[in-house]
């Protein structure tokens, strides 16, 4: 009698043990499909990060330099690179040749590029600096209360992967569903940008 009760233990015993291994090994295999971390950088180039998902632009008004009113609604539609230069810009020089040479290259009207002005002090600055280089770019101001222009910068400042990143050294991509895709952070040329770009639009062309 007591063997048959130590065998019915020892099978208890056994059962509860594959059972344990049995769920272990499943919430290892659980573990390692996860997806990804929702900023990846691309394995072929430091300079870019490509945000997964896409972050939703908080809601801003903006006027460009004839005068006219643009909103978030104006990046639907069509690709924007964007850059939001600080005041006193000492890499501006160069961004803007790297931004003439990406736009010359694209040549298509379904990719626009935006110069932001957040907070009005630097309109003259920029409107010179397109004039020089010759750059086909709209430059809008946005000019909120002080709350919504911070809220705006740091937006596009503040990230998991950069928390302290430098705007003047940065070019954003908005897709035409007007939400953050990526950021190329310098230094970069207007060729990496545009191979990255190309990628970037087609698996968007496959995915919508």
């Known amino acids: 009698m007591q063997n048959m009760f130590k065998n019915v233990h020892s099978k208890r015993f056994l059962l509860t043990y594959l059972s344990l291994v049995v769920l272990l090994l499943l919430l290892f295999l659980t573990l390692s499909q996860q997806p990804p971390p929702a900023e990846s950088s691309n394995s072929s180039s430091s300079m870019l990060t490509v945000f997964e998902p896409t972050l939703e632009i908080p809601q801003f008004l903006a006027y460009t330099s004839d005068h006219s009113v643009f909103t978030n609604d104006a990046f639907s539609g069509k690709w924007s690179f964007v850059y939001i230069p600080s005041v006193g810009c000492h890499d501006c020089e160069a961004i803007f040749r790297v931004l003439k040479n990406l736009k010359d290259g694209l040549a298509n ?13 630097q309109i003259d600055e920029l409107t010179a600096l397109v004039h020089s280089h010759d750059v086909d770019a709209r430059i809008i101001t946005v000019n909120g ?59 968007y062309a496959v995915n919508h």
């Not at 009207?109 to 002090?121: K, N």
């Not at 919504?148 to 035409?176: C, G, H, M, W």
């Open 109 to 121: 009207r379904s990719v626009q590029l935006v110069l932001i002005d957040i907070g009005g002090q």
């Open 145 to 203: 209360t002080p709350s919504e222009n911070k809220s705006l910068k740091n937006f596009f400042t503040r990230s998991r992967a950069y928390p302290e990143q430098d705007l003047e050294n940065a070019v954003f991509l908005i897709n035409p569903r007007a939400l953050l895709a990526a950021r190329f952070q310098a230094p970069f040329t207007s060729v990496l940008i545009r191979q990255s770009f190309i990628q970037l639009r087609s698996d």
